[in-house]
Structures are given as C-alpha cells and as structure tokens.
C-alpha cells in the first residue's frame, strides 16, 4: 500500500502563485508515474500534469502549460505542483496520484493510489 497526502492548498487571488506537495509513504513510492487531477463539484476528475519516476519527463494539460510545474524530490518521496498566474477556472480540489503502469495518462482509472486531495480557490 502507497499512502499519499497532498498539502498546500489555499486561497489565493487571482495571478498569485500555489505550491502543492504529495508526500508519499508506505511499501513503495516506486511509482512509474506521478500525477496532479483536479476536479469541481458536479464535475469529473480531469488530468493536470504527470511526471515519471526519474523527473526526467513531464506532461501537462494545455490549460496550465506554462503556468504550473510539476517535479518531485525522491530522497523526499514527495511530488510538487508549482501553479503560478492562477485564475478562477483553476479553482478545484487537487488530487495526487500513481501508476504502477504509466508515467502518463490522463484517465483516472490507470492510477492505483489517490491522496484525498487539497482544495484551491482563486479569487477573481
């Protein structure tokens, strides 16, 4: 079991910047890739950015490329989401989340372990 804890949301007016951390702990953090959701209420969960276990590629929505970035410190078992030049359509709860299988993907049902996420609002 992989258990995940995101951290670091907020409220935030709007071109401000968010830094949100998944730490990770259990049998193994050796995930193939790590992934950001978001989701608003009435909504599903939609893709965000991933990232594979050496950092070494990146894959991110077209509505935060160049805006947010996603990295990770493995001595810390811990995933980031750097968001810069937030606005109101970001606001959601952000979830975390692996994949034994893939460094991408931007279905939901490919990850096997979710943190129960951290709300972000962006005030306009």
């Known amino acids: 079991q992989v258990q995940l804890v995101e951290s670091g949301g907020g409220l935030v007016q709007a071109g401000g910047s968010l830094r949100l951390s998944c730490a990770a702990s259990?049998?193994?953090?050796?995930?193939?890739?790590t992934a950001w959701f978001r989701q608003v209420p009435g909504k599903e969960r939609v893709f965000v950015a991933s990232?594979?276990?050496?950092?070494?590629?990146?894959y991110y929505a077209d509505p935060v490329k160049g805006r947010f970035t996603i990295s990770r410190d493995n001595a810390k078992n811990t995933v980031y989401l750097q968001m810069n030049s937030l606005n109101a359509e970001d606001t959601a709860v952000y979830y975390c989340?692996?994949?034994?299988?893939?460094?991408?993907?931007?279905?939901?049902?490919?990850?096997?372990?979710w943190g129960q996420g951290t709300q972000v609002t962006v005030s306009s």
């Open positions: 989340a692996t994949s034994s299988r893939f460094e991408y993907s931007i279905d939901p049902r490919q990850y096997n372990y």
């Open positions: 259990g049998r193994s953090f050796s995930s193939v890739g």
């Open positions: 990232i594979n276990w050496t950092g070494g590629r990146t």
